[in-house]
């Protein structure tokens, strides 16, 4: 049988350390970037659309159509792999 109780001092101090690093980073972000948590989509609300090219194209034109047809997106990001492209789209 295991003696738990032994433990409980060094179950304490791990809970507190892990608790303590936790809010340290919580008060260090706050601080630094003025929030904490980056929130996606899924809790600010909005949409997020990803467009999948099969050929390479280059994000200012993409962002030229968009300004074009009056499709402002909050955040644009672009990647391009072996020569297909993926463009993603968040509009809140």
């Not at 929130?39 to 099969?54: C, I, R, W």
């Not at 997106?73 to 809140?92: D, H, I, V």
Request: aromatic fraction near 16%; avoid cysteine.
């Amino acid at each position: 049988m295991i003696d738990f109780v032994k433990y409980r001092t060094l179950s304490a101090t791990w809970f507190f350390l892990l608790i303590g690093t936790f809010i340290g980073g919580y008060i260090y972000k706050t601080m630094t970037r003025g929030y904490a948590f980056v929130y996606s989509v899924d809790f600010t609300g909005g949409t997020q659309v990803v467009l999948d090219f099969s050929k390479p194209v280059s994000s200012e034109n993409i962002i030229k159509i968009l300004e074009k047809n009056n499709l402002s997106a909050t955040t644009r990001e672009f990647s391009q792999n072996m020569g297909s492209a993926e463009f993603n789209l968040r509009k809140q």
